[in-house]
């Protein structure tokens, strides 16, 4: 069983960065695909990014493609969502995601195809 806590939001002014972390538990994170996904008040959760067992191969959502950048250290157990050029629409409460029933090379965007979630860490970005 996956263990999955997220970090590193914070309240910045637009224009900003942030780095999340998502920690793992347990000796077979790299067996994971790993995603981020968000969600805002009021809405419902929207996929951001996702990224392979092997690292090498990530997607992003259209709202957030040149702005950022998922990567993972599986030595460290621990996923990573750098986010600049943070825009205000990107104020929502982000969640790491884990799939352990994951292909080497295959990329996974949609929220039922993850099993492992965290609790979520808050991004707020000012005007």
């Known amino acids: 069983q996956v263990q999955l806590v997220e970090s590193g939001g914070g309240l910045v002014q637009a224009g900003g960065s942030l780095r999340l972390s998502c920690a793992a538990s347990?000796?077979?994170?790299?067996?994971?695909?790993m995603a981020w996904f968000r969600q805002a008040p009021g809405k419902t959760r929207e996929f951001v990014s996702a990224i392979s067992r092997s690292g090498s191969i990530v997607y992003y959502s259209d709202s957030v493609k040149g702005r950022f950048t998922i990567s993972r250290d599986n030595a460290k157990n621990t996923a990573y969502l750098q986010m600049n050029s943070l825009k205000p629409e990107d104020t929502a409460s982000y969640f790491c995601?884990?799939?352990?029933?994951?292909?080497?090379?295959?990329?996974?965007?949609?929220?039922?195809?993850?099993?492992?979630w965290g609790q979520g860490t808050q991004v707020t970005v000012s005007s």
């Open positions: 995601a884990g799939r352990d029933t994951a292909y080497l090379r295959m990329i996974y965007i949609a929220e039922t195809d993850y099993v492992f």
């Open positions: 347990g000796r077979t994170f790299g067996n994971n695909a």
